[in-house]
């Protein structure tokens, strides 16, 4: 069975490491250099099951038994109304 890119159509897929955002009740987790299939001509990410299986289960690690993770950030939070005030 041909595999086809569900947005737009195109048959031509490329396998490629991108970075996941896991969110969950306003955690987040990101994850780098995860494999996926990339679509070649629109760039939609399609991820197997079990890789979203395993991210899913290292953020419960982090959020539910304090599993450190290899970098922590700060990410600042803007709603787009408030955006234009500023200037
Ligand atoms: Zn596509």
């Known amino acids: ?12 897929f490329k396998n490629a490491n991108v970075e996941f955002t896991y969110k969950h009740d306003n955690q987040l987790l ?16 399609y991820f ?3 890789i979203l299986k ?3 289960q290292e953020f419960n690690e ?3 038994r304090g ?6 950030i700060r990410v600042p939070i803007q709603n787009f109304s408030d955006i234009r005030k500023a200037s």
């Open 48 to 50: 197997h099951a079990d």
């Open 30 to 45: 990101l994850v780098k250099n995860v494999p996926c299939e990339q679509c070649e001509f629109c760039g939609e990410q």
């Open 67 to 72: 599993k450190k993770p290899f970098l922590e």
């Open 1 to 12: 069975m041909e595999k086809v890119c569900q947005f737009c159509g195109n048959k031509n």
């Open 54 to 56: 395993k991210i899913e």
């Open 62 to 64: 982090i959020y539910l």
